[in-house]
């Protein structure tokens, strides 16, 4: 098993930052990718950045690449999600997720269905 706990959200206004956590417990070998997603009311889940925890590679949305840098603290056991430049399209509840790979499916960035632990979300919310 798996226990993820985000925390860092907040309200900033456009072009601020923000600094994500996710604190990880339970079984490492379930933690080889670790990615964040979002969802926005009314809109579905999409995959934001994911790092592999084992090699060091990091992938990233079209949307976000530049902006939001993934990284981890091995010590701590949590992964962090820098969000900068941030825009009101942005605004959603976060989510960070563990599961198998960091994998396009055509132009989609990440599937939820390869992720199968689950935080309970921080909201994020950026005002224009």
């Known amino acids: 098993q798996v226990q993820l706990v985000e925390s860092g959200g907040g309200s900033v206004q456009a072009g601020g930052s923000l600094r994500l956590s996710c604190a990880a417990s339970?079984?490492?070998?379930?933690?080889?990718?670790m990615a964040w997603f979002r969802q926005a009311p009314g809109k579905g889940r999409e995959g934001v950045a994911c790092?592999?925890?084992?090699?060091?590679?990091?992938y990233y949305a079209d949307s976000v690449k530049g902006r939001f840098t993934i990284s981890q603290d091995n010590a701590k056991n949590t992964v962090y999600l820098q969000m900068n430049s941030l825009k009101p399209e942005d605004t959603a509840m976060y989510y960070c997720?563990?599961?198998?790979?960091?994998?396009?499916?055509?132009?989609?960035?990440?599937?939820?269905?390869?992720?199968?632990?689950w935080g309970q979300g921080t909201q994020v919310t950026v005002s224009s």
């Open positions: 997720a563990a599961g198998v790979s960091c994998s396009w499916y055509g132009r989609v960035f990440l599937h939820p269905t390869d992720f199968g632990y």
């Open positions: 790092a592999d925890t084992g090699g060091g590679n990091t």
């Open positions: 339970g079984s490492t070998g379930r933690r080889n990718y």
